[in-house]
C-alpha cells in the first residue's frame, strides 16, 4: 500500500469534517475534533475553507455553564443544487433538489417512441430546462437509466427501448454541459434513493425491486451500492419464470417483464376491454391505446374483478424473483417500487401469500416485503444520492 500524499489526506479530513457536520446538522468545531479525532487546528482550518466554499454556515453560539460559548456550524440545504434524472419510463423525468434531496422543481417529456439519437437530444433538452431552473450552484448531475451499464466510465451499453448501444452519456453531458456527471442503472440509483432518503435508513442491507417498463434489483449490502462484476447485478427482469411464455424483447420467451412489468399489464389489461363484456375496461374496447397504468389503477380501485385478478398474477410472478432474492441474499428488507408500486396492497398481497411457499419459511418470516413512499422520484432522489456520494462523501 502506498501512504497518502498530503493532499489525499486533506481531501479525506475534508470530507470527513463535511459528513460530520452534514449528519449531525449541527455542532461546533470542538465537537467535531472530539468526533472525527482530527486536531482542532485541522478542523479550524479545513471548516474555513468550507464556509468560504459557501458549504458550510455559522449559526451562532451556544449557551453553556462556563467558558466561552462555542459556535455551531451548519451545512445549509440550498448551498448547492444537484440535478437528478430518470431516463426508465414512458416520459423523461428530471428534478432539481438540494443537499437533503428535497425535489424543487420537476419537469417531463414524453418519449413518444423517440430512440437513438433522437432519445439523446430529449436528454439535452431536459436537462437543459433543469439548469435554467437551478437557483444555487450546481453540485453536477445524476442519471438514472434503463439498461447494462458500465457504472465506472458512464456508460450505457445496451438499453433496448432506448436503441442505445455503448453510449458514452457521461462524457456526452460531461462535455456538453461543463458538469460533474454520474450515470447509473436506475434499479441501483432507486435502490440508493430507497436507502438514503426512505424510511429505512437504519438498514444494513436492501433490495429495491423496481417494477415498471421494464424490471430490475437493486442491491445495497453493507451500506454500499452493489453492482456486481460487469455491473449487471439486480438485471432480473428477463430472468425466465413462464416456460414457454411470450417473446420477450430481449428474444427469450417468458421473462419476468412479460407477465410483471407495467408494459405487460396494460397490454393484458386491453386484451380484457376486447374480450371481457363484464369488465370495466369493455368501454375501451374501440381504443385500447386509451388504456395506461393510471387507468388499470382506477379501474382497480371502483373493484373491477378482471383487474384484481391481472395484478394478482403480477403478484404471483414477481414472489418467483423475490424468492430467490431472500434465498440468494438473505436480506431483510425487499421495498417494490417503480410504476407497479402504485397498486399498493393489490400487488403486495399476493407477494407475501406466495412468499411463503417459495422460499425457507425462517428466512421469510424475518423479511420483510414493502411499498416505496418515494413515488415517482425515487431515482431522480437516487441519481441525486449518487452525486452526494461522489461529489462530497455525504452518504
Same mark, same amino acid.
Given at each position: ?119 439523446? @437530444? ?175 389503477? @382506477? ?97
Amino acid at each position: 500500500m502506498r501512504k497518502a500524499t498530503q493532499q489525499q489526506t486533506k481531501n479525506h479530513n475534508k470530507r470527513l469534517i463535511l459528513k460530520t457536520i452534514y449528519d449531525r446538522s449541527e455542532i461546533s468545531r470542538a465537537s467535531i475534533a472530539r468526533s472525527t479525532r482530527l486536531t482542532r487546528t485541522t478542523v479550524s482550518t479545513i471548516v474555513a475553507e468550507l464556509i468560504a466554499d459557501d458549504l458550510v454556515v455559522e449559526i451562532g453560539p451556544v449557551a453553556t455553564d462556563r467558558g466561552k460559548p462555542p459556535i455551531l456550524l451548519n451545512v445549509p440545504d440550498s448551498s448547492r443544487h444537484l440535478i437528478g434524472v430518470d431516463l426508465a419510463n414512458s416520459e423523461f423525468r428530471g428534478a432539481v433538489l438540494d443537499l437533503r434531496g428535497n425535489v424543487l422543481f420537476r419537469h417531463s417529456l414524453p418519449v413518444a417512441n423517440r430512440s437513438n439519437q433522437a432519445a439523446l @437530444q430529449l436528454v439535452y433538452e431536459l436537462v437543459e430546462t433543469l439548469l435554467a431552473a437551478a437557483t444555487r450552484p450546481l453540485l453536477g448531475i445524476g442519471i438514472g437509466t434503463p439498461g447494462l451499464m458500465d457504472a465506472e466510465n458512464g456508460v450505457i451499453l445496451q438499453a433496448i427501448d432506448l436503441d442505445w448501444q455503448n453510449l458514452p452519456l457521461r462524457q456526452l453531458l460531461e462535455d456538453r454541459f461543463r458538469l460533474p456527471v454520474y450515470v447509473a442503472n436506475d434499479s441501483q440509483a432507486a435502490a440508493l434513493g430507497e436507502f438514503i432518503f426512505g424510511q429505512r435508513q437504519s438498514d444494513s442491507n436492501l433490495v429495491v425491486l423496481k417494477a415498471g417498463r421494464g424490471i430490475g434489483a437493486g442491491i445495497v449490502l453493507n451500506r454500499q451500492l452493489y453492482y456486481g462484476d460487469h455491473s449487471g447485478a439486480g438485471e432480473i427482469g428477463h430472468i425466465v419464470v413462464v416456460e414457454n411464455g411470450k417473446l420477450c424483447r430481449c428474444g427469450h420467451f417468458g421473462c419476468l417483464e412479460t407477465v410483471a412489468s407495467s408494459r405487460a399489464i396494460v397490454e393484458a389489461a386491453q386484451c380484457i376491454a376486447q374480450t371481457d363484456a363484464t369488465s370495466s375496461l369493455h368501454q375501451y374496447a374501440a381504443t385500447p391505446e386509451r388504456i395506461t397504468t393510471e387507468l388499470v389503477h @382506477q379501474v382497480l380501485q371502483a373493484g373491477d374483478e378482471a383487474v384484481q385478478q391481472l395484478i394478482n398474477e403480477a403478484g404471483h410472478y414477481l414472489s418467483i424473483a423475490i424468492a430467490n432474492i431472500i434465498g440468494l441474499l438473505d436480506v431483510g428488507h425487499i421495498v417494490v417500487a417503480g410504476s407497479m408500486a402504485r397498486f399498493g396492497n393489490a400487488l403486495l398481497e399476493p407477494i407475501q401469500t406466495r412468499l411463503q411457499q417459495r422460499a425457507l419459511a425462517s428466512l421469510v418470516k424475518k423479511s420483510e416485503v414493502s411499498i416505496s413512499h418515494l413515488g415517482q422520484d425515487i431515482v431522480v432522489q437516487g441519481a441525486a444520492a449518487i452525486l452526494l456520494s461522489q461529489e462530497l462523501g455525504l452518504v
